[in-house]
């Protein structure tokens, strides 16, 4: 039986290790996490694409695969609804992926706290040096490695991740937290608000365990701003303790000052419910925003898939959509060629898939950088284009059907 080493335990090591397993692969991802990953606070939308991902994977779909909406808002600062259009749609959270996916691969395939330092390739197989001294030998590896990816910096040092010089504002509140006032005006919607240069999104999803009852569901909230590069970005990474932290600080280690400057912009620049969203979110937390691009999609026996390849900004909403995508194609090439034939045909496949996603996001966040000025923004546009629902049946119909259930015709 040929095996498959996948390296990175998050959506898109699972995707990968799903599908090759249902493909008749030996599969084994290792984790460098410990224990089980844990969301960071963040909802996604779903798409049909997803859906086919998961079906892919071998999934469980139901109707609890996500909340269900009606359609999508701009708020004015007053809260007043500047504009409204019909887009019913399903969200949801990574959680939730990660319960779906985690459901199907078996976990005595999982080795959790490995971390991957070095891969070495001949014309045989692929070698992975841990980080414990031992290796593991395969026919192909798949990294999975996300975008600080260890594989990658191996492989392809001169990729890096492009700050856009934004970051995005992310937290999840309780629905039981709410107001009554504040739940009527957002909680059945996908709400935006755009404040000068800026933009706020928020949706409701699934809560704790996956609930997708009325009452224990939770609301999601992204909240795109402007943050300057050189100095005031590292002073906001920088910890109590005076340590940057480059790559993306913890939620629990941002400075009070820092989320006292967000609480008092939300007061001041967002309407009475969406400052309400920001104020009862136990933990906000955020992340820059950028782009990257790597040159290849394989190397030799080495393929790149998810975040590790490319990261576009999420505007798209397509980061585990893409990690499914990239899963369903690497699966595809594996089945019908010997492997380093079949991961040219995978880098053929979804390189262009993937540059072209990625500029269209740097497209939708352009006025987000900043360096663009003033410029007026079509609301009804803008919800149609960010994340927008695309209409497809790449899964079957499954999403329409879900919607159908859901009351959405
Ligand atoms: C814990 C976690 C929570 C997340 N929560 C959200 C969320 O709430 N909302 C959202 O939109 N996105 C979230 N993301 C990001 C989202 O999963 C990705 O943007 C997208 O789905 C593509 O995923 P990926 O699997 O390619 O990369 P990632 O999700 O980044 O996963 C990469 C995985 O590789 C592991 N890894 C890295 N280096 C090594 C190594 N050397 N050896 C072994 N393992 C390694 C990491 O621990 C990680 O689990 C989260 C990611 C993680 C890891």
């Known amino acids: ?24 692969w030996d599969v084994l991802i290792i984790e460098r996490t410990g224990g089980r990953l844990e969301a960071r606070g963040a909802g996604l939308g779903v798409h049909a694409s997803m ?20 359609g999508r808002a701009v708020l004015g600062r007053d809260g007043a609804v500047v504009a409204e259009i ?23 395939r999982v080795r959790r706290g490995a971390a991957l330092v070095a891969v070495e390739q001949d014309a045989a197989g692929v070698t992975a040096r841990l980080a414990d001294g031992s290796s593991l030998r395969a026919d192909v590896l798949v990294a999975a490695d996300g975008v600080r990816s260890t594989v990658r910096a191996q492989l392809a040092p001169q990729t890096a991740f492009v700050y856009a010089g934004y970051i995005a504002w992310r937290g999840l509140a309780e629905e039981r937290d709410f107001s009554p006032r504040t739940h009527a005006a957002l909680f059945h919607r996908f709400a935006f608000a755009l404040p000068e240069g ?16 009325p009452g224990r569901r939770r609301y999601n909230f992204v909240w795109y701003r402007p943050v300057e590069a050189q100095r005031a970005l590292p002073a906001m990474l920088t910890d109590a303790d005076g340590r940057v932290h480059q790559g993306g600080i913890p939620p629990q280690a941002i400075r009070p000052d820092v989320l006292g400057a967000l609480y008092r ?11 309400e969203t920001v104020r009862i979110v136990e933990q ?21 898939l998810g975040d590790a390849a490319f990261v576009a900004r999420p505007h798209v909403a397509m980061g585990a959509i893409k990690a499914g995508q990239d899963a369903i194609a690497l699966a595809a090439a594996l089945s019908d060629a010997p492997v380093e034939a079949a991961l040219r045909h995978y880098d053929a496949a ?27 923004r079509d609301p009804v546009k803008l919800m149609r284009e960010n994340g927008g629902v695309q209409h497809s049946t790449v899964d079957g119909g499954l999403f329409v059907r879900l919607l159908a259930q859901a009351g959405y015709p």
Do not use: H
């Open 265 to 275: 912009d939300a007061e001041a620049l967002l309407c009475p419910a969406f400052a």
């Open 1 to 24: 039986m040929r095996r498959a080493l996948i390296v990175g335990g998050s959506l898109g090591g699972l995707f990968a290790g799903c599908m090759l397993m249902r493909a008749g």
């Open 350 to 376: 979804r390189r262009p898939a993937s540059a072209a996603l990625v500029a269209e996001s740097r497209r939708l966040g352009a006025y987000l950088e900043g360096t663009l000025g003033r410029i007026a």
């Open 51 to 70: 859906l086919q991902g998961l079906l892919a994977a071998g999934a469980r779909v139901d109707a609890g695969v996500g909340v269900p909406i009606a």
């Open 284 to 304: 906000p937390l955020f992340q820059p925003i950028g782009d990257l691009e790597s040159p290849q999609m394989a190397f030799g026996r080495v393929a790149l």
């Open 86 to 108: 019909a887009m019913p749609q399903l969200c949801t959270s990574w959680a939730r992926l990660y319960t779906l996916l985690s459901d199907v691969f078996p976990e005595e």
């Open 198 to 213: 800026e933009q706020m999104l928020a949706y409701p999803v699934p809560g704790e365990a996956d609930d997708v009852a």
